[in-house]
């Protein structure tokens, strides 16, 4: 009876280092996992709040940089400091001539609370006088019906675009409403387009849904905001956009000094022109969402390099309680470099399989996640391939590192030392 209790046992602590090994290989393969899901995630939710931050702003321009008039806070030609800056159509044509790096350029003029009435409802809105360029900057698409044209602003046609809320206050939830006259400023207009409705969660005059556009010719000639603006072309704000984002910088200073020279200001008095530069903050904000990446990726990257070390100590063990069989295999003719090779492929295997069950995962929540409706500045979790090799190369690295130092403590043991090994 006594060599059956040895026995039973032998067979229990068999049963117990198994089940040891399995739970040590189970949160070894999840940590692998999790570290690689993890590292991919951080770059795709970074990537998410990029990208959404951007499509907000493309929705009022893309690259748009926007001067509005300002007031001197330095001498400069001979002025007093403290002067105040106006814009004029004029201005354009200077900076069409003498700025190379500006691609479009275009000026706004602008009436808050217009009086507009259909046959249905009235209210007071901002009317914006627009014209192609203009259209060109911003992004003011019809929803229905077509956009202002160049003939409607050469011929200074009595038409109108109305935004999402103007409609509905104006036609309420009737069907088509092109065609159809309203008053704007007592003047009558014909209703050629309608924009969709904007989920906009930014702007720099208020939200595109409450404005109704008109030809730029006909909103100085019915409802100029002041006599100057009717005589003289005055601009609520210059709008411009760079030939391209690297010569952004370049197309600044070159505005500046065609505006100061008209104008006798100093082109770097901060005050003289209040500027929205759209591209400076995407520049900002993409800065601060690659910092905000990298410490991200970094936290993931150290969760990575534990289920590497999950993987070593594993290994390690592995060959702790395989050396007499490492003894045996060498005795029978087995060189170190198979010993080497038999261990490292079986420490890549076991990192491998958990890196691609953790890219399983991120593929499954990414799924779910962007299939949900997305709120405003975040478009879901895009993995790009940027991302995705990011992950794998990491995952590489680690499963390298993880995996070589056991293959080679089991390829350095003698076939002596090995079959004298007690555990």
Known sequence: ??????????????????????????????????????????????????????KNWEQIGNNLVALFPGKTSRQAG????????????????????????VAVV?????????????DFNSGRYLAVGVGP?????????????????????EEARRVCVLGHSV?????????????????????????IGAMAEKDQNSSYDGWDNDKILVPAPCLKRDAPPSAEAHERGRLGAILYQPVSVKRWEEARGQVRRVLGRIHEFDPEDPTALFVADYV?????????YDSTEIFLAAVALVTLSLGGLGVMNTML???????NEIGLKKALG??????????????????????????????????????????????????????????????????????????????????????????
């Open 1 to 54: 009876m006594r060599w059956f209790e040895s026995l039973r046992a032998l067979a229990g602590q068999t049963a117990a280092n198994l089940w040891r090994h399995k739970l040590r290989s189970f949160l070894t393969m999840f940590g692998i996992a999790w570290g690689v899901a993890s590292l991919a995630l951080m770059g795709a939710l970074a990537d998410g709040f990029r990208v959404g931050q951007r």
């Open 280 to 288: 400076e903050l995407a520049e900002l904000f993409d800065s601060v």
């Open 133 to 153: 360029e203009y259209l060109k900057l911003r992004n003011l698409p019809a929803g229905t019906g077509r956009q202002i044209a160049a003939a409607d602003v």
């Open 334 to 423: 087995a060189t170190s470099r198979r010993i080497l090779l038999d261990f490292f492929l079986e420490g890549v295997a076991l990192a491998s399989v958990s890196g691609t069950a953790g890219l399983c995962f991120l593929a499954v929540l990414t799924t779910a996640v962007n299939s949900l409706p997305m709120p405003a500045f975040f478009a879901g979790l895009p993995v790009d391939t940027r991302t995705a090799l990011t992950a794998i190369l990491a995952l590489g690295a680690v499963t390298i590192v993880s995996a070589a130092p056991p293959a080679w403590r089991a390829s350095r043991l003698t076939p002596v030392e090995a079959l004298r090994f007690e555990r």
């Open 78 to 101: 001979g002025q007093r400091a403290g002067r105040p800056v106006r814009l004029y159509e004029e201005n354009l044509d200077a900076i069409r001539r003498q700025c190379p790096a």
């Open 317 to 323: 063990t592995a060959v702790t309680e395989r050396t």
């Open 167 to 191: 409609r509905k206050q104006l036609f309420g939830d009737r069907g088509d409403i092109l065609g159809q006259w309203v008053r704007i400023n007592s003047y009558p207009y014909q209703v």
């Open 106 to 118: 275009a000026g706004e003029m602008k009436r808050y609370g217009t009086p507009v009435a259909s």
